[in-house]
């Protein structure tokens, strides 16, 4: 039975675009009394070289973690995962788990970031798409149905991070049909693939949103297609570690879960929910 969400696999820190040290970020996981905390660093992105941690990074942080995991091993579990761009070159090995994630779309010859702020979301929308902010959206969906392509992911990140601006400006309606089919047919596709899903409350950190990623109606679906949810805080900074956690487990439980997955010596598994 879990109450409280105790552990994060979503966790950045300066090896990429995060803004504390790995050991930083496992004190503050002992102070809230973490049972885990895994890294997921940003995989090197030739096209936007740094944000993604460069070939030389990713070794130093692979060791790194090595060594911090033997030093904590009887105080918290660490562990070495990537949060993989979809774009990104880069080997999949020697990672605990990967988190597969989309922030860029590839239209024609180009690779434009869409996580970022809405103003210039509405640059892509405007120059892309002729100022139809569903266009970008069934882009993004479009270019996500295609993960498998890219790898064996345990986590999908951030389902619907498209939607990451859409609380405070006006790019698209995400309760309008179009959307809804859009984002359906990409979770009905990826779930061929992938059974896990995260519930991201990351935005909440960063102002961006009130409300953890995905949207109730994803996590009603993902619930009927018999696809699975973990709580993660996507941290950047470690005075957020568990930013939204109470949050984020009412709303899966608000959404018929009554199970959340948590990682065990067993590896992934899943916890009944008791709130
Ligand atoms: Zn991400
Ligand atoms: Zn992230």
Do not use: W
């Not at 070159?89 to 989309?102: E, H, K, R």
């Not at 999908?156 to 609380?167: P, Q």
């Not at 994803?218 to 950047?236: F, Q």
């Amino acid at each position: 039975m879990i109450r409280k969400y105790l552990q994060n696999l979503h966790t950045h820190s300066t090896y990429c675009d995060g803004a504390d040290r790995p050991e930083e970020m496992i004190e503050r996981a002992l102070e809230l009394g973490f049972d885990t905390i895994g890294f997921s660093g940003h995989s090197y992105m030739y096209f936007s070289p740094l944000i993604g941690m460069t070939p030389e990074a990713t070794e130093a942080y692979k060791r790194e973690l090595r060594e911090l995991k033997a030093k904590y091993a009887d105080r918290i579990r660490v562990l070495c995962g990537l949060e993989f761009e979809m774009l990104s070159q880069v080997p999949l090995t020697g990672y605990d788990y990967l988190i597969g994630s989309c922030h860029y779309l590839k239209i024609g010859d180009e690779i434009v970031g869409i996580d970022r702020k809405a103003d210039e979301v509405k640059r892509v929308i405007d120059t892309y798409y002729g100022g139809d902010g569903l266009r970008c959206a069934q882009a993004y969906y479009e270019m996500f149905s295609h993960l498998h392509e890219y790898g064996d992911f345990d986590i999908v990140g951030h389902f619907d991070l498209i939607t990451k601006n859409c609380e405070k400006a006006d790019l698209f309606d995400v309760d309008s049909p179009g959307y809804r089919k859009a984002a359906l047919d990409c979770l009905h596709e990826l779930s061929k693939h992938f059974r896990l899903f995260e519930v991201n409350t990351g935005a909440i950190a960063r102002g961006y949103r009130t409300t953890p990623y995905p949207a109730p109606f994803l996590l009603k679906e993902m619930k009927r297609i018999g696809c699975s949810v973990l709580i993660s805080s996507d941290c950047h900074d470690r005075r957020k570690l568990d930013i939204g956690f109470d949050q984020a487990m009412q709303l899966i439980a608000d959404c018929g879960f009554d199970e959340v997955i948590v990682y065990s010596d067993r590896g992934f598994e899943g916890v009944k929910i008791d709130l």
